[in-house]
């Protein structure tokens, strides 16, 4: 079995270089009679100023900020010198050096370059000309190579139950070289995705046949996401299956999460895009779906008939109504655990790495008054947005709307929720993002503090302080103290995992739903010679 997980690992560093690779194949050229035609594709406005330089002026109402990277102003300077007036153009006029960010434009509500859509078209080489091939030799032999690794281990953990033998002296789970190697890998990645995405299109053509199929357009680099999202998620739940499979919570609740990020987060949108609806995913509420009130998305919801007016509805029903019931009865572990994509790549891809999550009571401190920070910060840009939805002025006490909204959108949606929330992973555990950024887990988590029936008990006279449950809390949480206690566990970060009493070896926790009434009980700490035993034998 051990060969086996050797020949695994070997078939998926493969596929993983070959991957990379990929990216630096091929070849970029974009020919004057092939931008005229993208530029008339997308409605975009091309003037004749005079016989020495043709300037195109780009007018879509949907263009926000625009940028070329040095890969496309290449693929021009391959191909005719008349470019690069265009480049220079747009340089003098967008001030690229003091402005400091890229321009792009929306697309189903996610943004897309105009450099990527125009890098995309201007390539060749292996990943165009090859693609299924090329598809089986970066994600065939990278899932083959992940199950062979993972599969052996039905037989090689036996039935002893959830081991964890050797995890901190693992390079790959102790931040060790390994561990190192996996966060450059990942934040490179989500560098690339959200600010450089035209780097990335070789990666994207892998992708298109499988677009096609689903939506009936070409790939962008959000649906290439979407797909390596889901593969990755359904690889890991392999894992989980396997080294929780005598823990029927932890298998329902796998299978859950990976359903829901299947069929919700990229099945169905994509599918209403082949339909010419807009893109949605009905499970992402508000406020983790920051920008469902912008003005750009109401005014594609209200343009898009009956459907879109639903999905109006329904956002609005699901974080008003739906959340709060549903958080009421069974805690915010609902969505966090069973729902939520974030929480389902946290809990597949990220469970090697949940004992790296920081213990302290500063990392409790740092977490309460950032987090709820991103609350207040998305909640007050909110309500600037509907504002100017409604009142149509583009300010309010001299802040731009726009403004506010590019700031939370790049620090919150992108750096924090993408680069970091993922990339972080093999460094300071599997739930920064949902610990620290998630605006949607302060406001279930403030809930499920102060209004709801679910709690974690514990059997303080079992416990045996071997420090597996705090070990293993991907929130931080000591739960061992909590236990030594006696104590319910209820704290506003819990997302209800599971975890802990997963690994516990004498079935001291448990988690519940019950009355709200003796749902916090606080036990005083025994000190020592300063508690008289017969004093709290006689209260009691």
Sequence with gaps: MKI????????????????????????FRLEQAELDSFIKEKQYKSTVINDELSKAVVTSEDLNIFQFSSRVIKAYKNSNAHYDGLIA????????????????????????????????????????????????????????????????????????????????????????????????????????????????????????????????????????????????????????YI???????QILRTTSVLFFQIVFAFLIPEILVRFEKPWYDFKNAFPLDYDFFFKWNLDELLAS??????????????????????????????????????????ETLGDPYRQLSSKTLLSWRVERIIIHTVLIFVLVMTGFALYTFFSGANEIIGIKTQTIQDIYGFLIGAIFAGVIGTGFYPIFGNRVWCRFGCPLAAYLGFIQRFKSRFRIT?????????????????QGIDVRAYAQKGENIVRSSCVGCGVCSAVCPRGVLKLENGPEKGRINPTEILLGNHVDLMDLINKK
């Excluded at 080294?243 to 919570?249: A, C, D, E, G, V």
């Excluded at 009956?306 to 609902?334: A, D, E, N, S």
């Excluded at 514990?458 to 991907?474: D, H, K, L, R």
Aim: net charge positive; with cysteine; hydrophobic share 45%.
């Design 305 to 346: 008939g009956g459907l879109g007016l639903f999905i109006l509805v329904w956002g609005v029903v699901l974080t008003v109504v739906v959340v709060p019931i549903m958080v009421y009865f069974f805690g915010k572990r609902w969505y966090c655990s069973w729902v939520c994509g974030c929480g389902g790549l946290a």
């Design 89 to 240: 153009k747009y340089d003098a006029e967008k001030n690229w050096d003091k402005k400091g960010t890229q321009f792009q434009y929306k697309i189903s509500g996610k943004p897309h370059s105009l450099s990527f859509a125009l890098a995309k078209k201007a390539g060749n080489g292996l990943a165009t000309d090859n693609t299924g091939l090329m598809w089986f030799l970066t994600f065939g032999l990278g899932i083959i190579g992940a199950l062979l690794f993972i599969v052996p281990d039905v037989v090689l953990l036996g039935n002893a139950g959830i081991k964890n033998d050797g995890i901190f002296l693992n390079a790959a789970t102790n931040r060790g070289w390994i561990g190192w190697f996996a966060f450059i890998f990942l934040v490179t990645f989500y560098i690339l995705l959200y600010f450089y995405p035209d780097f990335i299109v070789n990666w994207v053509y892998l992708v298109d046949p499988i677009s096609k199929s689903i939506s009936g357009n070409p790939a962008s680099q959000w649906f290439l996401y979407g797909f390596l999202y889901c593969t990755v998620m359904s690889v890991m739940a392999v894992r989980m």
């Design 243 to 249: 080294k929780y499979r005598h823990n029927k919570y």
């Design 458 to 474: 514990t059997n303080g006279g079992q416990c045996i302080s071997c420090g597996n449950c705090s070990t293993y809390c991907e």
């Design 4 to 27: 086996i997980k050797q020949t695994g690992l070997i078939i998926f560093l493969i596929g993983l270089s070959i991957f990379i690779g990929t990216i630096f194949t091929g070849s």
